[in-house]
């Protein structure tokens, strides 16, 4: 469950809602290395996502290894619904 906000920034619609300190509330990450394509036809995206100090302070700094369905660039912003899991490397 991944939604790319906007390319390099957050929307103005969107910030005011990711401020709720709600344990639900999606996670910010912005994509800082794009590491390939996966998938049996290579529709899904394999990036290196940062989290952002905004919305957590105790994920700033930590990087985890997502997949992400549709376009996406380094400097993207994903909002990510669960922070825990991390994608299986590429071979």
């Known amino acids: 469950p991944v939604a790319i906000l906007a390319q390099g920034r957050v929307t103005p619609a969107f910030a005011t809602t990711a401020v709720m300190a709600d ?28 989290f952002t100090s905004e919305d957590n302070p105790e994920l700033k700094g930590r990087s985890l290894v997502r997949n992400v369905k549709g376009p996406v660039r380094e400097g ?3 909002a990510l619904l669960e922070t825990e899991r991390e994608a299986r490397r590429l071979r």
């Open 76 to 78: 993207d912003i994903l």
């Open 23 to 50: 344990a639900n509330a999606p996670k910010l990450a912005v994509v800082r290395q794009i590491l390939g394509r996966t998938g049996s036809r290579g529709g899904v995206i394999q990036v290196k996502v940062e």
